[in-house]
């Protein structure tokens, strides 16, 4: 120690230090009381002069430290039990302690003095194992304060104790963190000893080399047009100077992946036989000749022209009548490969266009997924639901749809995700709606729409027999001659269970009557079971439909009408009546009071054919002023049922004609046309139906507008078999023929 030093720390106050004598085998602490020579002191008086300032520098030299010691001498104690126990107790958790960690040893080596037994002294012993952990200073101080020695024992134990502890978890922790580095070392080890096992053989190349001969390897045989081509050597240069283990280098992968799987030049051969064709759909589905015409006359095409060019047919009708099944048998007729996915309630454009490549987990869209499941240029693409498509915050996409089936546009369609031109005129999209007001105009433009009606009853019942029942004896395990179910069975069911225009619900029935018939053969009740009308109902329970009509004889201000639904054609009646009588004193204009849940059209069509009503009545009869003084009101069946649509405008002037004159129209007659505030009658839609509607109700004559010749004429012999039609131009022509 230089005298700076020392005389630095001589500036401090008194100091106490404590001294272990281990020669003596013990640890006494020691008082050292050290005293500040004048000699050295520095606050010396501001008087003193030079020459005693370099006086005591020189003095500061020479300076010795004096200090006064006392020996602390601990309290004496005796031999015990306790301090026995303690004492070993303390011997054999230093000797765990060792046995756990060998560092321990060498420290122990270091504190014990030559030729000295640890155990015939319990202080020193004491002291040792204190020394030996790592505990705080606090801890140890408080060791060396203790003159009660069976207290100091203890102490030391206790540190002794939690050391033992800690030292156990260190070598658990320690064991376990090697057994995983010796299994992540022993895999890599065995990876990059089968690499260059792979690698000496000629197996295996480089992984960034393998990945690019990979993709290599697949447009080998494809004709990649060249765009794209420039693309993919971009995209392979590119993905050699990647790492193998960056997040970049996988997104190019999965691209190249994306872009090298697509089906290059690739096409299904085609069916272009109009006989093997036409099998096919006639096998598969009952009716429909227009919409099979239009596949043979695509395949005619297709064989005279010598290529295909996709079109976009659209099949609307109601619920049931078998538009997505019917796409499947085109699918299988022109050989062509079937994909299918639904547009129903989407509203991300990103489904249909892809997502850019810049997000995670980002894939092209629905025609670019179809094109690689498919593995062919030219499959038959089915969007279903147009009608029903949504729109959300992330886009509009029946917009995006209007690029993908527009002709003109979709040979060169772009995807987000592969951003290079792909040709889809070789695929022939086919969608599906129930109606085609909620379809957007300009998609609507450009797709050819096709008009699937629903079933008669003559219909529905070849259906059943040829497809129906034969698939649900199949599908239940029965066989042919354990069930018997005849045409008047099925007549019943389609009747009084089944009215709608598809065969859906249909399908339903006779699946839970074939159902019950399994149960009952299972259950050995019968060896065979014959379904009658009469025993119908033990099978599907009540008829749902009692009675055909809600008038036998229509009175005076009751018409039928004829309306289109959504699940196909219905009848409907107008009643109409007097809410109160004038007064004869009361010269106030009438009124007309609405109910039935009728829609905002229908409303305004109610007043047209008020006023229609009272111009007529005028003409014909000055005199009756009924329909201008009386309160009328005026009621559709079925309130909780919305009714909304123009087509109702004839049969409101009927009904209240006749109500006028009080004289019940001409029984067994139906009608529908929107009529204008003139008196003329026009054109509505869903001829077809309506048709249908009126013939399961028993309707003998129709009344229709003289521009819906052209639709009915266009219907089937067997469903405008045995009806009086009438086209009318004014509502004249239909009063000569319901009062004539």
């Not at 991300?348 to 593995?375: F, N, S, W």
């Not at 049969?651 to 129209?665: F, G, H």
Request: net charge negative; glycine share 6%; with cysteine.
């Amino acid at each position: 120690m230089n005298p700076q030093e020392m005389s630095q720390m001589l500036k401090r106050e008194d100091v106490n230090i404590e001294i272990i004598d281990l020669k003596k085998g013990m640890a006494e602490t020691k008082a050292v009381e050290v005293k500040e020579i004048p000699a050295i002191k520095e606050n010396e008086k501001e008087s003193e002069t030079k020459e005693n300032v370099e006086a005591s520098k020189e003095n500061k030299i020479d300076a010795v430290l004096m200090a006064e010691v006392e020996n602390i001498v601990h309290n004496k104690f005796r031999q015990t039990e306790e301090v026995k126990a303690l004492t070993q107790e303390v011997i054999k958790t230093i000797r765990d302690i060792i046995s756990l960690n060998p560092l321990y040893r060498d420290s122990l080596q270091q504190m014990m003095h030559q030729g000295q037994r640890v155990v015939d002294n319990p202080v020193y012993l004491s002291d040792l194992g204190a020394a030996l952990t790592a505990a705080e200073s606090k801890e140890l101080q408080e060791v060396l304060e203790e003159m009660e020695i069976p207290k100091r024992l203890m102490l030391s134990l206790a540190l002794l104790k939690k050391e033992l502890e800690l030292s156990k978890l260190q070598q658990k922790i320690g064991k376990e963190v090697e057994e995983k580095v010796k299994q992540h070392h022993r895999k890599y080890i065995l990876h990059e000893q089968l690499k260059v096992i792979k690698k000496e053989l000629g197996l295996e190349k480089e992984d960034k080399d393998a990945v690019g001969e990979k993709f290599r390897e697949r447009i080998k045989d494809k004709v990649v047009p060249q765009a794209v081509s420039a693309v993919i050597e971009e995209e392979l240069n590119k993905l050699g100077f990647l790492e193998s283990h960056s997040s970049e280098f996988n997104v190019t992968r999965n691209y190249l992946d994306w872009l090298t799987s697509l089906p290059w030049g690739l096409q299904s051969e085609e069916n272009l036989n109009l006989q093997r064709a036409t099998e096919i759909l006639d096998k598969d589905h009952y009716g429909m000749e227009d919409i099979k015409r239009r596949i043979l006359e695509f395949i005619a095409v297709s064989q005279l022209k010598g290529s295909t060019q996709g079109k976009i047919l659209c099949f609307h009708g109601p619920p049931g009548v078998g538009k997505t099944s019917i796409a499947r048998s085109i699918a299988r007729a022109l050989n062509r490969e079937y994909f299918r996915f639904s547009v129903g309630g989407m509203t991300d454009v990103a489904e249909i266009k892809g997502h850019r490549r810049t997000y995670v987990g980002a894939m092209p869209g629905k025609v670019i997924q179809c094109l690689k499941k498919t593995r062919t240029e030219n499959p038959l693409v089915l969007i279903d639901e147009v009608d029903k498509i949504g729109k959300g915050y992330q886009g509009d996409p029946s917009s995006a749809l209007l690029e993908l089936l527009d002709p003109e546009q979709n040979v060169n369609f772009l995807d987000h995700y592969l951003d290079v031109p792909v040709d889809l005129s070789k695929v022939l999209f086919i969608c599906t709606a129930n109606i085609t007001e909620t379809i957007p105009e300009p998609l609507r433009d450009r797709m050819e729409m096709i008009d699937m009606s629903g079933y008669i009853a003559e219909e529905k019942l070849a259906i059943a027999k040829e497809y129906l029942l034969p698939q649900a004896i199949k599908d239940s395990g029965l066989k042919d001659n354990t069930i018997s179910v005849n045409d008047d069975s099925l007549k019943t069911l389609i009747r009084s269970y089944c009215r709608e225009s598809g065969v859906r619900n249909l399908q339903k029935h006779i699946e839970k009557v074939v159902r019950k018939v399994a149960y009952k053969i299972v259950k050995e009740e019968s060896g065979s079971v014959n379904v009658t009308p009469e025993n119908l109902s033990e099978f599907v329970g009540k008829p749902v439909f009692t009675q055909d009509r809600m008038y036998d004889v229509t009175p005076p201000g009751v018409v039928m009408g004829l309306a289109w639904t959504a699940m196909g054609g219905s009848t409907l009646f107008i009643e109409t009546t007097t809410r109160r009588f004038n007064q004869e004193k009361d010269n106030s204009e009438g009124s007309l009071e609405l109910t039935g849940h009728l829609g905002e059209v229908m409303k305004e069509s109610a007043k047209i054919a008020l006023t229609v009503a009272r111009n007529f009545m005028f003409k014909i009869d000055k005199e009756n002023k009924f329909l201008q003084t009386s309160h009328l009101h005026l009621h559709v069946p079925e309130g909780a049922t919305p009714k909304d649509g123009p087509s109702a405008g004839c049969t409101i002037v009927t009904a209240l004609v006749s109500l006028a004159q009080n004289r019940p129209i001409r029984q067994d007659v139906a009608m529908t046309g929107e009529i204008s505030l003139m008196g003329k009658v026009l054109p509505v839609g869903g001829i077809k139906e309506k048709t249908i509607a009126a013939k399961r109700s028993g309707v003998k004559c129709i009344i229709l507008p003289d521009e819906n010749k052209k639709d009915f004429n266009d219907l089937p012999k067997f469903i405008t078999e045995g009806l009086e039609v009438h086209f009318v131009k004014q509502f004249e022509e239909i009063y000569q023929i319901v009062f004539s």
